[in-house]
């Protein structure tokens, strides 16, 4: 009989196969799931003459089931609707997409995702399969323990005998001692056989113990060695396990720079810093536009050797679900900007003030924008500096650097600067989305670390006199 093994993922699924005779796995095939995998396994199981199925099911460190357990047990309910006749059978699974990936790498090959589905899949038909051949083994003794109910030979023997006993009497002496006599013969014989039938049972009970306490004992061992395999895979996993953080603010200059500090090549950081990502609210950018603004600054976790552009994608996708959650294209359409615009705002914004004061500075910002009136933020300048002239060799001074010509400079350049200059955090995005009903159209951060707002210019100017002496002047 046939027997088709599958490790079931979201994405993919293993196949493999075995016979039940040789019961030695082997693997098969992958399938996409993509909605047309039910007719993929029901194509493999005709091919092998099958509807015999085993699905890895796992558990937890401690043994209980998980969320992709519940994931598994639906699936297997779906094959018996898909695949009438399916019998279903689980096999309790431990790392066993860790093992095969091990066992890839140790082969030299190259090999892609779905090979480490396949490989899983052999794994756990393989022990399906190494289960049930104990399981057969420990039931044959038991059934052989069991008193015998086919010694035919002694039977015979021992019936023959009662019926000799039976007509003894009723012959003369001579033929009785010829009775008895053959009696005595028979005795023997049933003696012999019944010795050399109870031998045989306990060379068959004995044989069938000594084989079943040998596959248990190898099976032992086999769990043992692989309880020690993957608790070391899991310590060195742990090891190789480490934390990245996003801070709101930072800037692809910061981040860069945080990458390389963790031992990436500078080579690879540009290179995924250069690629092309396939997110929908990164093509409303315009040509030539950075990442600059859109990795969601938070805590990740990854491991070592886990690629640059995999760790950037983590962050896009954080950008992504922040903005279909709090509708964000739409809320800025409302204030007259497009998503590239509210982005680059917030990250402006995010710069400029605390959260609790962003909504408010935002107004300040949109009123400015809404009259014609330059934005004046000194961090889009030290933005142009960072990217012009970053040890400030030429612009030393902040009455040099406020004359850089950047489209960055806000001092210079009316409206917003050209792209993002930083990474916004959410309250900063939500900000630009609904900022404060205040109509101010200045602002500050005094020396003690307040903000200050008026109405005109003269106000302002007011304020920095009274609340800004130090600050004001600090380097950009």
Not at 176 to 183: G, M, S, Y
Not at 195 to 204: A, D, N, Q, R
Not at 384 to 407: G, K
């Amino acid at each position: 009989m046939r027997v088709i093994g599958l490790d079931v993922g979201e994405k993919r699924i293993g196949v493999a196969k075995a016979d039940s005779g040789t019961r030695i796995a082997v693997p098969v095939t992958f399938v996409e799931v993509n909605g047309t995998e039910w007719q993929e396994l029901a194509k493999i199981a005709k091919l092998n003459n099958t509807n015999f199925f085993v699905l890895g099911l796992p558990r937890s460190n401690e043994g209980n089931e998980t969320k992709q357990s519940v994931y598994v047990r639906n699936f297997a309910k779906k094959l018996t609707e898909m695949i009438p006749g399916a019998h279903i059978k689980f096999q309790d699974e431990s790392l066993t997409s860790v093992v095969a990936e091990e066992r890839l790498k140790k082969s030299k090959k190259n090999y892609v995702k779905g090979d480490i589905d396949t490989e899983a899949a052999t794994i756990i038909l393989q022990d399906f399969l190494e289960n049930f051949t104990v399981s057969m083994a420990q039931k044959e003794v038991e059934a052989s323990s069991e008193p015998a109910g086919n010694l035919s030979a002694a039977e015979n023997v021992k019936a023959a005998v009662a019926g000799a006993s039976e007509t003894v009497t009723n012959l003369t002496k001579k033929e009785a001692d010829k009775v008895r006599l053959n009696t005595k013969k028979a005795k023997h014989k049933m003696k012999k056989a019944t010795k050399w039938t109870s031998f045989i049972i306990v060379l068959i009970i004995v044989g069938l113990v000594t084989a079943g306490v040998s596959l248990f004992i190898i099976r032992e061992m086999r769990r043992k060695e692989r309880e020690e395999y993957y608790a070391e895979l899991e310590r060195k996993k742990e090891e190789a396990r480490f934390n990245f953080t996003i801070l709101p603010g930072e800037t692809i200059f910061d981040i860069k720079n945080n990458l390389i500090a963790l031992g990436y090549s500078s080579e690879e950081v540009e290179e995924a810093f250069n690629a092309k990502y396939d997110y929908q609210f990164l093509k409303d950018r315009p040509e030539g536009a950075t990442l600059e603004g859109y990795l969601f600054g938070e805590t990740h976790e990854f491991y070592e050797e886990t690629p640059v552009k995999d760790i950037l994608k983590k962050y896009l996708d954080g950008m992504d679900k922040v903005i279909k959650e709090n509708h964000l294209k739409e809320a800025y359409e409302k204030q007259g900007l497009s998503l590239f615009e509210g982005i680059t705002l917030a990250s402006v914004v995010q710069k400029e003030a605390p959260s609790n004061e962003q909504p408010t500075v935002a107004q300040v910002f949109l009123s400015r924008l809404s009259y014609g009136i330059p934005l004046g933020s000194d961090v889009t300048v030290s933005y142009a500096l960072d990217v012009l002239d970053p040890n400030r060799e030429v612009y030393q001074d902040n009455q040099a650097a406020l004359t850089i010509d950047s489209c960055y400079n806000t001092r210079n350049h009316q409206g917003l600067p050209c792209g993002p200059i930083s990474n916004p955090g959410l309250s900063a995005l939500k900000a630009v989305a609904e900022p404060s009903d205040s109509a101010y159209l200045y602002f500050l951060t005094g020396d003690d670390g307040l903000m200050y707002y008026s109405y005109t210019e003269a106000e302002h100017n007011q304020n920095i006199y009274s609340h800004c002496q130090n600050l004001c002047n600090v380097s950009l």
